[in-house]
């Protein structure tokens, strides 16, 4: 039997809000809500981001780029609350126009470079320092693949299972359902593959790894949306393999602090404008904190 009753009007119209947990900045249409220009920072790359697992992709990137020895990855990490709106800024539009975080400025040159999408920048930035993205045609194109089924899966497990499972006004068995399936497919999609590679792309890690391992590798954790139990993770065992390996890596401990705002206060770096505002901020806070 149907959960609901309800039956779609000829034309939708937007006139009451949705419920669930962003309903404050849901809407239907794009643009700036109001006039503030985005903060810049002395550093070649600013970064206007928050610790989501999109906006973890790009810090864990800069991290291992600087842990490499590249000083032209030095950056400035400017929180964005999107719970607050603030990606609707007109400077934030201006870099993103389409209002999702992360976005990237890159000023090294004589004019800014915007860069939106997890994904462009993860390459953008491959590409700009020449590392993390194999340039042997057949390597690069497997590491391409699965960085691009990344952008095209993770919805399915962010705004299809996690929304109906934990964000949703009211729990519907029917999307519930169609989205833990879909869930469960693509973790065993990633099973097979890491039961025959060490990363995702092969032997090497690159910005597929980077590019999974917030989604994935905290599904398997049992870190997203409280939902391991439900979802059985624990069977992946090849992605909690890999997923452990990676979360050992200095770098990506950095990346996961940048701009996060939830969980113990020593994980959360709120702002990130130099390499010493990992020890200062987490001694700072832990101080407050006790």
């Given at each position: ?72 990855a030095e950056y400035d990490a400017w929180l ?211």
């Amino acid at each position: 039997m149907p959960e609901t009753s309800y039956t779609p009007p000829s034309v939708w119209t937007w006139n009451k809000a949705n419920g669930g947990r962003f309903a404050n900045i849901n809407r239907p249409i794009a643009g700036p809500t109001h006039d503030k220009d985005l903060p810049r920072g002395q550093h070649p790359l600013q970064l206007y981001s928050l610790a989501t697992p999109n906006g973890v992709k790009v810090t864990i990137m800069l991290e291992e780029l600087l842990a490499l020895g590249h000083q032209g990855a030095e950056y400035d990490a400017w929180l964005i609350r999107i719970n607050e709106g603030q990606q609707f800024s007109s400077g934030f539009v201006a870099a993103n126009p389409n209002s999702k975080i992360p976005a990237l400025l890159d000023c090294s040159g004589q004019e800014p470079v915007r860069v939106f999408e997890s994904g462009a920048i993860l390459v953008y930035l491959a590409e700009k320092f020449g590392v993390f993205l194999p340039t042997e045609p057949a390597e690069r194109a497997e590491c391409m693949s699965w960085l691009f089924w990344q952008m095209g899966s993770a919805p399915y497990l962010g705004g299809g299972f996690g929304h109906f499972y934990a964000y949703a006004p009211v729990k519907i068995e029917y999307a519930i359902d169609r989205f833990a399936m879909e869930v469960k497919r693509q973790m065993d999609v990633l099973n097979r593959r890491l039961a025959e590679s060490p990363f995702i792309a092969g032997d090497s890690y690159t910005i597929a790894d980077m590019a999974i391992w917030p989604w994935y590798g905290g599904m398997a954790k049992g870190q997203l949306y409280e939902g391991g139990e439900f979802l059985q993770v624990q069977e992946y065992t090849h992605v909690i393999r890999w997923a452990d390996e990676i979360a050992k890596r200095p770098a990506v401990k950095r990346g996961r602090m940048v701009n996060r705002v939830m969980g113990p206060l020593e994980t959360q770096l709120h702002e990130r404008h130099q390499a010493s505002d990992f020890d200062t901020q987490t001694q700072d806070k832990l101080k407050a904190a006790t």
